[in-house]
């Protein structure tokens, strides 16, 4: 757990993201898409921040800078002190050690043409500093950390339920040992039964191993179970940031209202006079 006295793991300043957009015509003129503009916040080792908001809101944008996988159009993202998109390529990869993703498809993200033993093993052999015969056994100790089976490494993506499937990828995302994962909507696309499993699991992890997440969600209920800290992201700026608890019972503007007034609530059946 981090001190008041230590620094963040991850420290987002003034995130701005442009995207330009072909020209109506020959001279009209260049129109852009404000994805971000002037986001900041902070994640301490050990704690997990939720980003929430609607589609379009720029919440896939944040885990894509985060993750150096697009460059801002200014805005710094520091990771244990290192400004990420000021790195040149040989450190940015030794840094991806410390910083992995976790996809919202758990049978998208995962290759149907390799085993478990590969895909698991991915990110050390993209670090290239492990033998063949070390990374499977990293990928066995990473399975059974999400609680699967090292018999489970020479089998494929299809083998598995949705369920293990994301178990796989959080498996692949823990091998490099990382300070954050950053995970985006990784329970959106199983089933509700199956949800609250993977939830649980990302809490036992962050327990045994120390990991802080980011977590990009739509779902105010996934945040609330995960999270410490929530920012609620509307049309590319943070509106309100505070506990899961505290703004879920004393939300402050009106966006966050109109969030949590739109979470369908089970009606208990009318009952005849």
């Avoid at 589609?55 to 520091?78: C, E, F, Q, Y």
């Avoid at 059974?144 to 178990?167: C, M, N």
């Avoid at 490099?176 to 036992?204: C, F, G, H």
């Amino acid at each position: 757990m981090s001190t008041l006295n230590e620094a963040p793991l991850l420290e987002v300043t003034d995130l701005v993201r442009h995207y330009s957009l072909p020209r109506e015509s020959l001279f009209g003129p260049l129109a852009t898409v404000q994805a971000l503009n002037g986001v900041s916040f902070s994640v301490s080792a050990g704690r997990s921040l939720g980003i929430v908001g609607e589609s379009g809101s720029g919440k896939s944008t944040i885990a894509r800078l985060v993750m150096a996988l697009d460059r801002p159009t200014s805005g710094r993202v520091s990771l244990l002190g290192r400004d990420l998109h000021a790195l040149p390529r040989a450190e940015l990869r030794s840094a991806r050690r410390d910083v992995q993703m976790v996809f919202q498809d758990p049978y998208g993200s995962l290759d149907p043409r390799q085993t478990i033993a590969r895909i698991v093993a991915e990110p050390l052999e993209a670090l290239g500093e492990t033998s063949r015969a070390e990374q499977r056994e990293q990928a066995a100790q990473s399975l059974a950390a999400v609680g699967l089976r090292t018999a489970d490494l020479d089998k494929y993506p299809h083998e598995f339920s949705g369920g293990q499937r994301q178990r796989v990828a959080i498996a692949r995302a823990l091998i490099t040992r990382p300070k954050l994962i950053v995970a985006d909507e990784p329970v959106s696309a199983l089933d509700v039964s199956v949800q609250a499993q993977v939830l649980n699991l990302m809490q036992d992890l962050q327990q045994q191993f120390g990991v802080s997440y980011l977590l990009i969600s739509h779902d105010l209920a996934v945040v609330n179970h995960l999270c410490d800290e929530v920012c609620v992201l509307h049309r590319g700026v943070v509106v309100e940031r505070g506990t899961p608890g505290r703004l879920f019972a004393h939300a402050e503007h009106p966006y966050t209202r109109a969030l949590l007034a739109a979470v369908p609530r089970a009606e208990p059946p009318a009952v005849p006079a």
